[in-house]
């Protein structure tokens, strides 16, 4: 019952978070990855130890190639994110890697990805999650259709995309955070992190829901915020358990896992705690605050 009696208190941080989340997104933007925006992603190791990241960072912008992301992977690596390259740029990319030679060095992978290919990705990508949204609304109206009193079945469903909104809206605020400390850029691995929080977002708010229709069912109380208050206190150490094992593998993989899903480990562990914040702080007093305005709107006519 704590929360639902803060519960402005709560809903209140969300939207003070997620105003502060777009307006960082607005300010620095989403640095979008070569996958959405179409280039060139060059990977090289060095046999005999990493050189200085910004010197070579600086040879390469010599070669005025436009905007470059020169990032170091796992051991002894680099990474170097580049507008497409033709063959003989490619090549002038590597002798400066190499130092004409002079560095022992191994092309790993040169990946070319063309501007049609990615914006076909970046278009499929925000189908998917509209599909997300949409298939959630649908399935959470039909499962709660029998307890459409005293809020309507479709109702849960907006509540449950309300709650996904606000988990990709803080979740793409956190992201940008580090892009614009650190560079990183918004790949397909971006758009996975999101997905999956999308995913176990919504089963934690919809296990809390389902206690508030059994509990409706059972008619545990005549007072609709003390059914909802009261389903939260029976699902809310389950859904903190679950989240908080998940956010420590995702850690553990941040802090010990390879380069190249650091980035992704640590967005899908912001999202994580958010998803479980939204499910528990957001979605549950809505539930209670769209009965209150059901209600007024009721004795008002």
């Known amino acids: 019952m704590f929360v639902i009696k803060y519960k402005k208190i709560f809903i209140g941080i969300s939207v003070v978070l997620m105003a502060l989340s777009i307006v960082g997104l607005l300010t620095w933007g989403l640095k979008i990855g070569i996958d959405f925006k179409g280039g060139s992603m060059t990977e090289v190791v060095y046999t005999d130890g990493l050189p200085d990241v910004r010197v070579m960072e600086e040879k390469i912008l010599e070669l005025d190639y436009g905007s470059v992301v020169v990032q170091p992977i796992g051991d002894g690596g680099l990474s170097i994110k580049t507008r497409d390259l033709t063959e003989a740029e490619h090549q002038a990319l590597l002798d400066t890697l190499s130092e004409d030679g002079s560095l022992k060095m191994e092309e790993r992978s040169f990946t070319s990805i063309g501007p049609s290919v990615g914006k076909e990705l970046k278009t499929k990508s925000v189908i998917s999650l509209v599909i997300v949204a949409l298939t959630m609304i649908i399935f959470v109206a039909y499962a709660f259709r029998k307890v459409a009193k005293p809020v309507s079945s479709w ?147």
């Open 155 to 301: 109702k849960y469903g907006l509540i449950v995309v309300a709650a996904l909104i606000h988990d990709v809206i803080l979740t793409a605020g956190v992201f940008t955070l580090i892009s614009h400390f650190t560079g990183a850029e918004a790949d397909t691995l971006f758009v996975v992190a999101l997905l999956t929080v999308l995913g176990l977002s919504v089963n934690d708010t919809i296990v809390v829901f389902d206690r508030v229709r059994e509990n409706l069912t059972n008619k545990i109380s005549h007072e609709f915020s003390t059914v909802v208050g009261k389903s939260l206190n029976q699902t809310m150490l389950r859904s903190l358990n679950t989240s908080l094992s998940v956010i420590i593998v995702l850690i553990a993989l941040f802090i010990f896992g390879p380069d190249s899903t650091r980035i992704f480990a640590l967005t899908l562990a912001c999202g994580m705690f958010f998803g479980t914040y939204s499910s528990i702080f957001i979605a549950s007093p809505l539930l209670v605050i769209v009965e209150g305005w059901q209600k007024k709107k009721e004795a008002a006519q």
